[in-house]
């Protein structure tokens, strides 16, 4: 293995670990008869039988486990200090989904990690925007600070829904939040791929 070949297997792994987690999640749906969109959380799945916990837990202890050699990468390649803050809290909470895996809802330890991804995760994007503002680069700070904001107000506005209707389920939120931390992760790697460190 060559010098320049571990920064870029690094970098890749952030497309890997979103690959492997929504494979994980969207597989657990698929063989959980009972899961609902409006009426569970992701986190159900977990907890599911044994095909589904299996599916789900280990794709996101792949996932998370996955993220860490990104954050560790995109750490190097960021310009700025907001950048690496952006890579590092990237990092943590990518430890907090694969968190997420060990701890099934039935554990103390699941909200903390489970709610530790979200946030972090959403933090993650707005340091990113920062780091955009400081390098110049207005239009990627304008798309994931307002991303950022979206996925906020997107969680207020489901629970809101949830006060005023018979829904009880949080899955969609999550995944909104998922997929815009997983966006962000591929957009990262695919701007940076001209510039390997």
Known sequence: MTDS?????ARNA???AVAVSFAGILAAVATDPAF???????????VAGDETA??????????????VPFAAWYWTAAETRAGRLAA????????????????PSDTDLHAPVAIGFYVLGTVALALDASDAVLVGDARRALVWLWVALAHLLFWFAWLGLMAGTGIDGIAIPETA???????????????TRRRPR
Not at 179 to 191: K, S
């Open 5 to 9: 070949s571990v920064p870029r297997l």
């Open 177 to 191: 939040g998922a997929l815009a931390v997983g966006a962000w992760v591929v957009t990262t790697t695919r701007r």
């Open 14 to 16: 952030g497309v890997a």
């Open 54 to 67: 299996l599916l789900f837990n280990y794709g996101l202890l792949a996932g998370g486990a996955l993220g």
């Open 36 to 46: 609902s969109w409006t009426g569970s959380a992701l986190s159900d799945l977990g």
């Open 88 to 103: 590092g809290t990237f990092a943590v909470a990518s430890v907090c989904m694969a968190g997420v895996g060990a701890f």
